[in-house]
């Protein structure tokens, strides 16, 4: 059975497991990106969505068992991604304002790739609700990656996206699949 990790995960002991675990070659050593992986310091996701991410990736990342790194191994190198972090953000001090945020996510046509709720669509992936933070969706819509185009700060405010995404946080998480009787026959 996996041990549960702690809510505080220890930087010293992150920093080395982020390394042992190739997380550097990949990410750089400050988790800044490369060509190869995007920035990952702050983290953009929570650390159970993380740690979900880490043991089944998407794309080119392999998945790392907890053979490799348990749980508390993972809180450990959260804990070293979210040090290395600027203290304070734009995206920490802006509240979004959800009914704003449905109004926008239409104006801007954003359901024409990722569907009415975020839920995603043939030409774009789910989006809602996030499951990464603001920071990391701020970054992502600046600097995005596949086929999704750029909006800078003048197409799109960072209020508009932090309204956004009070919009995309509103929605229920889905079920997983285990828990669909008709998916599990």
Same mark, same amino acid.
Do not use: W
């Given at each position: ?57 998407? %794309? ?40 704003? %945020? ?84």
């Amino acid at each position: 059975m996996a041990r549960a990790q702690s809510s505080q995960g220890n930087v010293a002991d992150g920093k080395a497991v982020f390394a042992a675990a190739g997380c550097v070659a990949c990410h750089g050593a400050q988790a800044q990106g490369t060509s190869m992986a995007p920035a990952i310091a702050p983290p953009p996701l929570e650390l159970p969505a993380m740690i979900r991410y880490v043991r089944q990736p998407a %794309g080119k990342m392999p998945p790392i068992p907890e053979s490799s790194a348990s749980d508390q191994q993972l809180a450990d190198v959260f804990a070293y991604l979210q040090s290395l972090a600027p203290k304070s953000s734009s995206a920490d001090e802006l509240k979004g304002n959800a009914a704003n %945020g449905k109004k926008l996510f239409v104006a801007y046509g954003c359901y024409e790739c990722h569907g009415r709720e975020g839920a995603g669509a043939i030409t774009g992936p789910r989006i809602g609700p996030p499951a990464i933070t603001l920071a990391a969706v701020l970054r992502y819509v600046r600097a995005p990656t596949g086929q999704m185009p750029p909006y800078t700060a003048k197409v799109v405010s960072d209020q508009d996206l932090a309204d956004i995404y009070a919009f995309l946080k509103s929605f229920p998480t889905p079920r997983p699949a285990k828990d669909i009787p008709l998916l599990n026959e």
